[in-house]
T-cell receptor
Framework: DTAVSQTPKYLVTQMGNDKSIKCEQN?????MYWYKQDSKKFLKIMFS???????INETVPNRFSPKSPDKAHLNLHINSLELGDSAVYFC????????????FGPGTRLTVL | GEDVEQSLFLSVREGDSSVINCTYT??????LYWYKQEPGAGLQLLTY?????DMKQDQRLTVLLNKKDKHLSLRIADTQTGDSAIYFC???????????FGKGTTLSVSS
């Protein structure tokens, strides 16, 4: 059983389009994250939700809007896509154990043409 | 703010030991972590160390922590080709709500 799943795995789209990436975790975790990994493999946190409430919102353009319909899901919607949005986007969830282990999804590779 | 630095590349021969180094800035981080990312996959927690420990050993992995110098290292003994991956050092942010990752060290193991 996949713990953290993301769809789609690959997304190729034109500049200016709007797209969504979905994430689901079946671990019963309260906290979920979106990370962006650029072409140099640098990983930066974008958002964090705890029990459907936004708790971290890094300096991300407001074209990016996360939505958490329930604590098992955290979706990422991106408006007016730009070339610089091309990256791999990872969803993660965090357990309640004290040492803050995060479980990552397989990633969604977004290519904006 | 919090920052984590690590060298970007390491190349070793199969059977040798690999040592990946990391420096961090936030001394309040209760735990420090090593994550591994294999090609085309997400990150997986490899090991972690509690901040009041100096060393943790787990099979082929040894983590050393020097709190005074804010230096963390990961030693992989008898490195195998399957260890080729990107290794990320991470600390918690001050609020304890997120992880701050280093830029990742790409380990390349040749046979």
């Amino acid at each position: 059983d996949t713990a953290v799943s993301q769809t789609p795995k690959y997304l190729v789209t034109q500049m200016g389009n709007d797209k969504s990436i979905k994430c689901e975790q079946n671990l019963g975790h309260d906290t979920m994250y979106w990370y962006k990994q650029d072409s140099k493999k640098f990983l930066k946190i974008m958002f964090s939700y705890n029990n459907k409430e936004l708790i971290i919102n890094e300096t991300v353009p407001n074209r990016f809007s996360p939505k958490s319909p329930d604590k098992a899901h955290l979706n990422l919607h991106i408006n007016s896509l730009e070339l610089g949005d091309s990256a791999v986007y990872f969803c993660a969830s965090r357990g309640a154990r004290g040492f803050n282990e995060q479980f990552f999804g397989p990633g969604t590779r977004l290519t904006v043409l | 703010g919090e920052d984590v630095e690590q060298s970007l590349f390491l190349s070793v021969r199969e059977g040798d030991s690999s040592v990946i180094n990391c420096t961090y800035t936030d001394s309040s981080s209760t735990y420090l972590y090593w994550y591994k990312q294999e090609p085309g996959a997400g990150l997986q927690l490899l090991t972690y160390i509690f901040s009041n420990m100096d060393m943790k050993q787990d099979q082929r992995l040894t983590v050393l922590l020097n709190k005074k110098d804010k230096h963390l290292s990961l030693r992989i003994a008898d490195t195998q080709t399957g260890d080729s991956a990107i290794y990320f050092c991470a600390e918690s942010n001050q609020a304890g709500t997120a992880l701050i990752f280093g830029k990742g060290t790409t380990l390349s193991v040749s046979s």
